[in-house]
């Protein structure tokens, strides 16, 4: 009788952690991709303004989309859909990511600035560079830091292609970007919705069937 109260109890908090635990959200993107940029300054940008938006989900961005990436003699280079400039955008993407997000914890400031980059990185040219000054203007530390993984590809190219192992091992494999994940599966109809807003479709999670 005993046994059968703990197995009932321990059932009920398995329920309850698992019905209470957050969806984990992969963004597969690239840096030059126009519907990549249009998702990360509308819809993902809206998901990130609000206030409980980190109790809705745990977001990871990939910047790599469809790249491919060559190996030799334990060094890596990478060819990009939209050539070398996106390449270095992916670069600062992830470099942000590892040291906003994962040396400091502050994953919210990485996205925001990947966000800031996306919104500006036309007007500027295409110039990642001056993007990055005008998005960490004041904050010339971190500007820093993300400058120096970005430029040395003993830092990023490692960086880089852990990025494109997990974008490799996609399944099913992706054939376009924004492509996005939910809890390790993809959805054309989940995606779509993500896209159009995302901060609705998870506000709502507990009506959704992902």
Known sequence: MRTSIKAAILLFFITISTIN?????DL????LCPDCMQFLTTSY???LKQTDHMDLADVTIYPYGNASEKEQAGKYTFTCQHGPNECYGNLYYECANVFFGKKF????RAHEFIVCMEGNIIVHGRNFDVAAYHCLLGDEDLLSMVQLCVQDPNVSYPLMHKVAQATDALEPKHDHVPWIVVDGKWNLDVENKIIADMYAYFKNTDKNIR
Do not use: D, L, M, R
């Open 21 to 25: 635990s957050k969806p984990k959200v």
């Open 28 to 31: 597969y993107i690239e840096s």
């Open 45 to 47: 940008a809206n998901f």
């Open 105 to 108: 914890g502050n994953t919210q």
